[in-house]
Nanobody, 124 residues
Framework: SVQLAESGGGSVQSGGSLRLSCAASGYTYSSDCVGWFRQAPGKEREGVAIWRGDGTTYYADSVKGRFTLSRDNAKNTVDLQMNSLKPEDTSLYYC??????????????????WGQGTQVTVSS
C-alpha cells in the first residue's frame, strides 16, 4: 500500500527555521508531483509548495523567498526547507502525491495520496 510520512515539524520562534521531509513507501515519485499543503484551525487546506513531475516548482506567494523544496530520488523523499518563519506559518503541514498534469495546480482535489501531517508552530 502507498504511504507518505512527514517528519521534521516542531516549535520555533519567529525568524527560525525548520525542515520538513516527506518519505514515500509503496510509491515512487518518478514523474508525479509531490506537494506540501497546510491547514490551520478553521481554515481550508492550502497549497504551499509543489515539486511538479516536469521538474518545475510552485510556491505560494506567502512563502516565496522563504521556503525551498528539494528532492532526493535515491531516498524517495521531498523536503521543504522553511526559513524566516512567521507566526502565520503555524499549521498542520501535509505532504501529498498526485498525477500530472492536474497536480501542477495547488488544489487538494488533484492529490491522491496524503500523509498524516506534522505540526509546525511559530511563536512571536
Amino acid at each position: 500500500s502507498v504511504q507518505l510520512a512527514e517528519s521534521g515539524g516542531g516549535s520555533v520562534q519567529s525568524g527560525g527555521s525548520l525542515r520538513l521531509s516527506c518519505a514515500a513507501s509503496g510509491y515512487t515519485y518518478s514523474s508525479d508531483c509531490v506537494g506540501w499543503f497546510r491547514q490551520a484551525p478553521g481554515k481550508e487546506r492550502e497549497g504551499v509548495a509543489i515539486w511538479r513531475g516536469d521538474g518545475t516548482t510552485y510556491y505560494a506567494d506567502s512563502v516565496k523567498g522563504r521556503f525551498t523544496l528539494s528532492r532526493d530520488n535515491a531516498k524517495n523523499t521531498v523536503d521543504l526547507q522553511m526559513n524566516s518563519l512567521k507566526p502565520e506559518d503555524t499549521s498542520l503541514y501535509y505532504c501529498a502525491a498526485g498525477r500530472m498534469p492536474a497536480c501542477r495546480y495547488p488544489s487538494t482535489q488533484w492529490y491522491n495520496y496524503w500523509g498524516q501531517g506534522t505540526q509546525v508552530t511559530v511563536s512571536s
